[in-house]
């Protein structure tokens, strides 16, 4: 889909608004997939649509486990997002990314359990492709954003989506590094999942906020750090949220991703369930109802 961009802003632990949204409103957006975190802000920012939904609700109210990600893609999709940036605090298993650095997250492995994690059900089957999980171009602008509000960022790196809301033991933390992952935290999966079935270009700006639990020599990872990270940096993530609308061009051009569905869906029309398809209008309305958008 061409034409005007809508930004949605996914906001994570110590995001809960967007200062810098003028004609701002908070709007109530109802999903066929349950109650999502909050109402949704909308609003714009260097004349870009901007919908952000902060995560775990205004207050941190919701724990990642218990997030409801399929109502939360979902009513952004409703809301006429056409890309989505989700910002992330999470603790590093690599040196280099010390807290305060921010990561464009391009790969992920998903360890979360018993989350569900397809809007698609018993008759009316799906397989879209997460080779790719990350949108290249959200992910780039998004990097020179950072950039661009003075912050430091690393462009590419794996993330480690954990269950929670325990922090990891070290063994664990270890084990995640030895497999590559070089960020962690607990709600990217299946959050990214969900946007890729929805046709939602995804990009994940990680704010590293601790080194985890991996260093023998130091203390394991506590909330409280995390917390002080998060507010020494968070003004970078607010800021760099204000640079990336200032430096989309004023024109979107298609992406790949707004047709992942498009020879996704392998159920027979004859044999396709009507009340999953009236669940599926906002996800999947585009190829469902004929290929229109
Ligand atoms: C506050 S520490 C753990 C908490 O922070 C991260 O949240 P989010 O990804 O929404 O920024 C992490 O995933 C945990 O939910
Ligand atoms: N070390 C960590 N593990 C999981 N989630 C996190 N979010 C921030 N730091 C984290």
């Given at each position: 889909m061409s034409g005007e961009w809508v930004l949605g802003i996914i906001g994570g632990?110590?995001?809960?608004?967007?200062?810098?949204?003028?004609d701002e409103q908070w709007i109530e957006v109802k999903s066929s997939f349950g109650e999502p975190s909050d109402a949704i802000l909308c609003g714009r920012i260097a004349g870009v649509k901007v919908r952000f939904l902060p995560r775990h609700g205004r207050g941190h109210r919701i724990l990642p486990g218990q997030l409801n990600a399929r109502a939360n893609i979902d009513a952004m999709k409703r809301a006429g997002c056409t890309d989505l940036l989700a910002i992330s605090a999470v603790g590093s298993l690599s040196e280099p990314l010390a807290p305060g650095h921010f990561a464009a997250v391009d790969q992920f492995i998903d360890r979360t359990q018993?989350?569900?994690?397809?809007?698609?059900d018993n008759g009316l089957v799906a397989h879209v492709s997460m080779?790719?999980?990350?949108c290249p171009r959200l992910s780039g602008y998004a990097a020179d954003a950072v950039e661009r509000a003075g912050g430091t960022v690393r462009r590419g790196a794996t993330y480690l989506a954990m269950e929670g809301p325990q922090f990891s033991t070290r063994a664990e933390s270890k084990l995640y590094r030895s497999w590559g992952a070089e960020v962690i935290g607990m709600t990217g999966m299946p959050e990214a999942r969900l946007a890729r079935e929805a046709e939602l270009p995804y990009a994940l700006m990680a704010m590293v906020t601790d080194y985890d639990s991996w260093r023998d020599k130091e203390a394991a990872v506590d909330v409280s750090d995390i917390l002080e990270t998060m507010h020494a940096n968070g003004e970078i993530a607010r800021k760099a949220v204000e640079k990336l609308c200032a430096l989309l061009p004023e024109r979107r051009e298609a992406s790949p991703i707004d047709t992942a569905l498009e020879h996704a869906i392998i159920t027979a029309p004859e044999q396709r369930d009507r009340a999953v398809m009236a669940r599926l209008d906002a996800v999947a309305g585009r190829v469902l109802n004929g290929g229109q958008s």
């Amino acid at each position: 889909m061409s034409g005007e961009w809508v930004l949605g802003i996914i906001g994570g632990s110590g995001l809960y608004a967007m200062d810098a949204l003028e004609d701002e409103q908070w709007i109530e957006v109802k999903s066929s997939f349950g109650e999502p975190s909050d109402a949704i802000l909308c609003g714009r920012i260097a004349g870009v649509k901007v919908r952000f939904l902060p995560r775990h609700g205004r207050g941190h109210r919701i724990l990642p486990g218990q997030l409801n990600a399929r109502a939360n893609i979902d009513a952004m999709k409703r809301a006429g997002c056409t890309d989505l940036l989700a910002i992330s605090a999470v603790g590093s298993l690599s040196e280099p990314l010390a807290p305060g650095h921010f990561a464009a997250v391009d790969q992920f492995i998903d360890r979360t359990q018993g989350r569900a994690s397809t809007f698609f059900d018993n008759g009316l089957v799906a397989h879209v492709s997460m080779g790719d999980p990350v949108c290249p171009r959200l992910s780039g602008y998004a990097a020179d954003a950072v950039e661009r509000a003075g912050g430091t960022v690393r462009r590419g790196a794996t993330y480690l989506a954990m269950e929670g809301p325990q922090f990891s033991t070290r063994a664990e933390s270890k084990l995640y590094r030895s497999w590559g992952a070089e960020v962690i935290g607990m709600t990217g999966m299946p959050e990214a999942r969900l946007a890729r079935e929805a046709e939602l270009p995804y990009a994940l700006m990680a704010m590293v906020t601790d080194y985890d639990s991996w260093r023998d020599k130091e203390a394991a990872v506590d909330v409280s750090d995390i917390l002080e990270t998060m507010h020494a940096n968070g003004e970078i993530a607010r800021k760099a949220v204000e640079k990336l609308c200032a430096l989309l061009p004023e024109r979107r051009e298609a992406s790949p991703i707004d047709t992942a569905l498009e020879h996704a869906i392998i159920t027979a029309p004859e044999q396709r369930d009507r009340a999953v398809m009236a669940r599926l209008d906002a996800v999947a309305g585009r190829v469902l109802n004929g290929g229109q958008s």
